[in-house]
């Protein structure tokens, strides 16, 4: 997984399949994923921007983390997903995600 940040560095983890994109993020210190609540989509601190190439392969977003998105710190946009709700798939070798630039 690539986790890119607004300088347009690339932090390139190793996420196990079944692994939460969140949890990656967080053994491989990425800067910018705080994930303050742990992963239970209560905090929105793992807010994270997905390509839009690899939107469909991302199962559809919860009620929890529809609502969850409305609040976080940089503008929730339609590539918005919540990192911690994104559990790795086959189908997303090579999907790269955008940091925002707040999470709090």
């Known amino acids: 997984m690539n986790f890119r940040h607004r300088d347009g560095s690339i932090d390139v983890v190793d996420a196990p399949l079944g692994s939460s994109l969140m949890s990656a993020a967080i053994k491989h210190p990425v800067d910018g994923i705080i994930a303050e609540c742990g992963g239970n989509a209560m905090c929105a601190t ?36 919540l990192s911690c709700q994104i559990v790795v798939t086959e189908e997303m070798a090579g999907m790269t995600v955008d940091v925002p630039a707040d999470q709090v």
């Open 46 to 81: 793992c807010h994270v921007y997905v390509d839009a190439a690899f939107g469909d392969r991302l199962p559809p977003m919860a009620e929890e983390e529809d609502e969850m998105l409305d609040g976080t710190a940089s503008a929730r946009t339609e590539r918005s997903r």
